[in-house]
């Protein structure tokens, strides 16, 4: 885990593509994966920040990479998540949302799909308190994808 971490934050590997996206998507599923390895017993905390590293390479695979690690970590482990590491993750977002720009039309689709249902599976969280993070930077985050985002999600704020 931690040499793929390495990978990530190396500068070297800012136009390595496959090689960061590959790291992205080891580490997730390593850790909350369908197949993830018990014996890492590491918080999301931990990695969340080394994704914040991976979106500086700008390129639209790593985002989609990233967009669908923190799904699986938001929709199918909630139960484990402390609150630093929902901030963590909401910083992901947030970060992930300023890269939008860089998507071409074909993966636009997909990643936003991917991040509404993110950002929906949050909102449904909070609505039932067993989001532990900051609800205004998820309204703020929820507001800044208003857009792109369903009327319903929209009007939760």
Known sequence: LYQLCQIIQN????EETALVRGAVFFIGHSLWGAQRIPSLKYSPMTVLPV????????????????VVQVERLVTKHQETITAPSWEEAVSVLELLVTRLGILEDDMKQLVHTHLQATIGQLEQLAMTDSYAGSRSRL???????????????????
């Open 11 to 14: 500068p070297e590997n800012r």
């Open 51 to 66: 994704f914040c590293t991976a979106l500086s390479t700008s390129h639209q695979l790593v985002l989609y990479e990233v």
């Open 139 to 157: 309204y703020s985050l929820v507001e800044s994808v208003s857009d792109i985002s369903p009327e319903a999600s929209v009007v939760h704020l």
